[in-house]
Structures are given as structure tokens and as C-alpha cells.
Nanobody
Framework: QVQLVESGGGLVQAGGSLRLSCAASGSIFSIDAMAWYRQAPGKQRELVARITSGGITNYADSAKGRFTISRDNAKNTVYLQMNSLKPEDTAVYYC??????????????WGQGTQVTVSS
């Protein structure tokens, strides 16, 4: 059974930092792009950052200069380092990955989400 397991969320004061991790496990042939999304109450889920298998990254404007996405391919893990956090960063953060689960089958998988709360 393939799954993505996130960790690292929590409560932090404005200006603080958090590091999220997301590990993919199960029968995985390979992993293409991995990404972090977030969803605040009453809002749509939005892309925060994305990283390809080759390490090319892109960020939402709100994350540029403050957040850094990275991955460890040997560990099937993606990270999101979040610095200078603001109250508007408060949301549930979801990991996403494009996983090859058999020689000819690719699926998109979501993690269960981890809450990030930034107090003012």
C-alpha cells in the first residue's frame, strides 16, 4: 500500500520557522514531481511549492524568499522549510507526489495533511 506520511506541523509565533517532511512508502517504482499544497479555512487548496525529480523548483508568490522545498530521493522524502512565518500562512499543509506504482502506471497521491498555525 502506497502512502505519503507528513510530519512537522505545529504552532509557531509569527517570524518563526517550521520544517515539514513527507515520506513516500510502499511499492514505488519511481517518483516524479513532489509538491506541497495548503488549504486555509474557507479557501481553496493552493500550490505552495513544487520540485521535479531533477530538482527544478517553483514557488507560489507568497512563498518566494521565505520557503524552500527540497527532496531526498534516496529516502523518497520531500521537505518544506518555512521561515519568517506569518499568520496568513496558517493552513493545513498537504504533500503531493506523482508516483509510479508499476511499470506502466502513474498515480497522484496526497498525504493526510498537517496543521500549521502561526500566531500573531
Amino acid at each position: 500500500q502506497v502512502q505519503l506520511v507528513e510530519s512537522g506541523g505545529g504552532l509557531v509565533q509569527a517570524g518563526g520557522s517550521l520544517r515539514l517532511s513527507c515520506a513516500a512508502s510502499g511499492s514505488i517504482f519511481s517518483i516524479d514531481a513532489m509538491a506541497w499544497y495548503r488549504q486555509a479555512p474557507g479557501k481553496q487548496r493552493e500550490l505552495v511549492a513544487r520540485i521535479t525529480s531533477g530538482g527544478i523548483t517553483n514557488y507560489a508568490d507568497s512563498a518566494k524568499g521565505r520557503f524552500t522545498i527540497s527532496r531526498d530521493n534516496a529516502k523518497n522524502t520531500v521537505y518544506l522549510q518555512m521561515n519568517s512565518l506569518k499568520p496568513e500562512d496558517t493552513a493545513v499543509y498537504y504533500c503531493y507526489a506523482d508516483l509510479q506504482v508499476s511499470p506502466r502506471r502513474w498515480f497522484g497521491y496526497w498525504g493526510q495533511g498537517t496543521q500549521v498555525t502561526v500566531s500573531s
